[in-house]
T-cell receptor, first 119, second 108 residues
């Protein structure tokens, strides 16, 4: 089974801190994603990556950056944490190649999530 | 207009009944459609995917797609208390966009 591991289940940080959220997948997936999930707003895409050192902005990239130095690892960085970034952060991976529809490869595998509280 | 819209619910159905969950999307170029189930405190997991107009059945689950109406639905037959969860509709048009989810409660 695919395993997507997020480094922390709960994290508490202070306003202005630089925050790193780490995600590692063990199935050699090309594609990795960072979502945040908020009540009433659902899952919103922050950033995604289709290859090492490649990144694309999602729907809400402001205040975030990402790093993908190795295929298996995708990091989300909050440069200066703010209270409105308090949320559940979910990492996901898939085999899905960009622009190609393939039922077997489009499935998203999610990590268990990191509940981040910014005080 | 939201890209993917769902009624937030909660949708309450008695055990053994059919639960019907609905989703509309705005991008006519969308090609892939998914239903994810998310139990409280857990991560989403894929339960159905559909790509062509019509119905796709998998056990007690049936996904329905109507591209002309930009409409996707999920039917759960013989609903069980264990089906109580939030169901997320997702649409792929270059990137996967999720709806806000519909909370389903199956009453024993």
């Amino acid at each position: 089974d695919v395993k997507v591991t997020q480094s922390s289940r709960y994290l508490v940080k202070r306003t202005g801190e630089k925050v790193f959220l780490e995600c590692v997948q063990d199935m050699d997936h090309e594609n990795m994603f960072w979502y945040r999930q908020d009540p009433g707003l659902g899952l919103r895409l922050i950033y995604f990556s289709y290859d090492v050192k490649m990144k694309e902005k999602g729907d809400i990239p402001e205040g975030y950056s990402v790093s993908r130095e190795k295929k298996e690892r995708f990091s989300l960085i909050l440069e200066s944490a703010s209270t409105n970034q308090t949320s559940m952060y979910l990492c996901a991976s898939s085999l899905f190649p960009a622009g190609i529809v393939d039922s077997a490869n489009e499935k998203l595998f999610f990590g268990s999530g990191t509940q981040l509280s910014v005080l | 207009q939201k890209e993917v819209e769902q009624n937030s619910g909660p949708l309450s159905v008695p055990e053994g009944a059919i639960a019907s969950l609905n989703c509309t999307y705005s991008d006519r170029g969308s090609q892939s459609f998914f239903w994810y189930r998310q139990y409280s405190g857990k991560s989403p997991e894929l339960i159905m995917s559909i790509y062509s107009n019509g119905d796709k059945e998998d056990g007690r689950f049936t996904a329905q797609l109507n591209k002309a109406s930009q409409y996707v639905s999920l039917l759960i037959r013989d609903s069980q208390p264990s089906d109580s969860a939030t169901y997320l509709c997702a649409v792929n048009s270059q990137k996967v966009t999720f709806g806000t989810g519909t909370k389903l409660q199956v009453i024993p």
